[in-house]
């Protein structure tokens, strides 16, 4: 009869193990999932490097440029050009042009992804302005480069090795929390903001 009450409590023990587990589990599930897509690609996430490998090869790839702003945010945003024709391995530069079309100060930060999603592995940035807040007042335009390579080793992988075209689309969406911060501060902090565009 006495051990019943230690079995009960061998099960009471095992389910909270297993209940923070699972929490634990939950918690770390979006950054092992964000590293996973960075490490692999997956999803059309791109790469970032500090600079080119030096290797460039005569085989030219062409990278289309598409710009997407969600409805909640007022925003004209678009690439400079549509398209570039480029040897895999060069470094290249294109900027994107983002207008504040309201009548007030908003705030906007860029996700982005590459198709087909299996070139992401191989799409290196070098500068970027995504996941970085921009703030533009009203009428305010800005300029934001993209500095890209396509890695060589493109050609090695039997999925992409016959690509031609590679898409770097981005979409705009409205920084809440950043608009609740310019809201709840006091009117000395609201001076002289500055707008950012770097990684």
Do not use: H
Request: hydrophobic residues 35%; contains cysteine.
């Amino acid at each position: 009869m006495s051990a019943k009450p230690a079995n009960n409590s061998k099960v009471v023990t095992i389910c909270l193990g297993m209940t923070f587990g699972m929490l634990g589990m939950a918690y770390a599930a979006v950054p092992l999932y964000e590293l996973f897509c960075q490490v692999t690609g997956y999803a059309g996430t791109t790469q970032r490097a500090e600079d080119t490998t030096g290797e460039v090869l005569n085989k030219t790839i062409k990278v289309r440029f598409d710009a997407n702003v969600s409805n909640e945010l007022d925003w004209e945003f678009n690439p400079e050009i549509r398209e570039v024709e480029l040897k895999i391995g060069e470094k290249s530069q294109v900027s994107y042009v983002a207008k504040n079309v309201s009548q007030f100060d908003s705030f906007g930060t860029a996700t982005f992804n590459v198709s087909p999603g299996a070139a992401g592995i191989y799409f290196n940035k070098i500068e970027c302005f995504c996941f970085t807040e921009q703030k533009l007042t009203p009428g305010q335009s800005v300029d934001m480069p993209v500095i890209f390579f396509v890695d060589p080793d493109i050609v090695n992988d039997p999925l992409l090795k016959d690509a031609t075209t590679i898409t770097l689309s981005y979409t705009f969406f409205p920084d809440e929390d950043a608009e609740q911060e310019i809201t709840q501060a006091p009117q000395s902090q609201l001076d002289g903001g500055t707008t950012k565009s770097s990684l």
